[in-house]
């Protein structure tokens, strides 16, 4: 067996001196040392160079150096009847989860709003919350996911996956895969005129396919419609995520940001801008596939349900709605595995005008201390929108007025505690069935 190694981050050494333990025959030949190509079997490779993989004929199974084969995807050369093995490796997946749970607890300490006063030179303690009053949302529930999922869960996090509207996106598309996946061999107006039921039968049965139980000249296109408009709903799942990637990554947010390279450049007019190309790809490309949608349900009517209008559109439509899809849902993988997100800037934009975001609990607080609504919200809107034009912060202008302070005084760190109003998050993470037990 004939074996190419490519890696810059690990020793070639001691991977063929593993691997001969158990295949002492074994032939390692080092990139980019390749010999004749004809030659390789196998391929053990981390970020090999695009069309190498390609290059290699007699090729029958790449085994990635990571337990993401993302990498590999990313060739528009790769080999696509060559089987993919990914590293499952529990030192990786332990390293993974230790790295996840610093920075978790990190964010659950405040630490990010403390190195803020550390800089400013202020001391203010901030309210804490228990550890299982927090949302901790893991991007995948894969090998890595699940591991630090579980470890998160011991540490009393209430953990959940952003995988619900995936999960049904993924279901409707195999659903309606299935449900398209039927064949006719009946004749000329599928009433076996001319061809025994059985011929049927057995070509069906040899293309994997379910025979269609009544047809006419073709299959009825409902069925082709339907597989169309579960890709135009998977795009417009992915679009949902890109959406609101591209508001949290706006200037004057700046909470998000979807990876760029250090020698991108942002907005040619505007340097300071990092433009979500991304995500805007991937909102662009969604409308084209709810495009295709129409001409899929135009698809449906045929000329005594006969003609063959549908099959010169079908032949564009579905390829690019296809293709289009995955494109989206690989370049979303490239988006959420390198999302920067910056939660001291999300403690800043809660305090955006002395912390005008907490007006209606500001407002709620006054009610129940007995003030008319409509009194209490002439109070709470004037000092937001004194503190929005540049006036004293919100809090500010409300600690100077006597009345206010008379009667939500005492429970002012309350009002404007940023944490208060999750004590029922558990019931949407319930009723989704997310999240993992500890036990």
Not at 8 to 25: C, G, T, V
Not at 180 to 187: D, E, I, L, M, T
Not at 190 to 206: F, K, M, N, W, Y
Not at 271 to 283: A, G, I, M, S, Y
Request: glycine residues 8%; charged residues 25%.
């Amino acid at each position: 067996m004939v074996l190419l190694y490519r890696s810059s981050s690990d020793s070639a050494i001691l991977w063929l001196a593993e691997l001969r333990k158990h295949i002492p025959e074994l032939e390692m030949r080092v990139f980019p040392e390749l010999g004749e190509p004809r030659d390789i079997d196998a391929a053990l490779v981390w970020k090999p160079q695009p069309g190498l993989l390609a290059s290699l004929p007699n090729l029958k199974m790449i085994v990635s150096l990571g337990a993401g084969v993302d990498h590999l995807l990313e060739d528009a050369t790769l080999p696509r009847h060559v089987p993919i093995v990914r590293l499952v490796d529990p030192y990786m997946t332990e390293a993974m989860s230790e790295y996840v749970l610093t920075q978790v607890l990190r964010l659950h300490r405040l630490d990010f709003a403390y190195r803020t006063q550390q800089r400013e030179r202020v001391w203010r303690e901030l309210p804490q919350p228990n550890a299982a009053e927090r949302r901790v949302g893991v991007l995948g529930l894969g090998e890595l996911g699940s591991d630090a999922a579980r470890k998160l869960a011991v540490f009393g996090f209430k953990v959940a996956g952003w995988v619900a509207e995936l999960d049904r996106t993924i279901a409707r598309l195999a659903n309606a895969a299935e449900e398209a996946a039927v064949g006719r061999v009946s004749g000329a107006v599928g009433t076996h005129a001319t061809i025994d039921p059985r011929v049927e039968d057995h070509v069906c049965s040899e293309l994997g396919l379910r025979v269609d139980v009544v047809s006419t000249q073709v299959v009825a296109r409902d069925r082709h419609s339907g597989f169309m408009s579960a890709l135009a709903i998977a795009a417009g799942t992915l679009e949902r995520i890109a959406t609101e990637i591209r508001h949290l990554q706006r200037s004057e947010i700046g909470e998000v940001f979807e990876p760029f390279g250090k020698e991108q450049k942002g907005s040619s007019a505007m340097p300071h801008k990092r433009n979500p190309v991304l995500t805007e790809r991937v909102c662009g490309l969604a409308r084209v596939v709810r495009g295709n949608l129409v001409t899929a349900l135009e698809n449906t009517a045929l000329w005594h349900e006969r003609d063959i209008s549908h099959s010169s559109a079908e032949r564009i439509v579905f390829p690019d709605a296809c293709a289009t899809v995955d494109y989206m849902a690989i370049e979303m993988s490239k988006v959420l595995r390198g999302l920067e997100v910056r939660p001291d800037r999300m403690l800043a934009n809660l305090q955006f005008a002395g912390g005008v975001v907490f007006s209606q609990r500001v407002l709620l607080a006054i009610v129940d201390s007995g003030m008319s609504r409509e009194d209490a919200y002439l109070v709470v809107q004037k000092a937001a929108m004194q503190a929005m034009e540049g006036g004293p912060g919100f809090r500010a202008l409300l600690q100077q007025n006597d009345e206010v302070m008379k009667r939500i005084g005492p429970k002012m760190d309350a009002v404007f505690d940023p944490w208060a109003g999750l004590e029922h998050t558990d019931l949407a993470y319930e009723r989704l069935g997310l999240g993992v037990s500890a036990k």
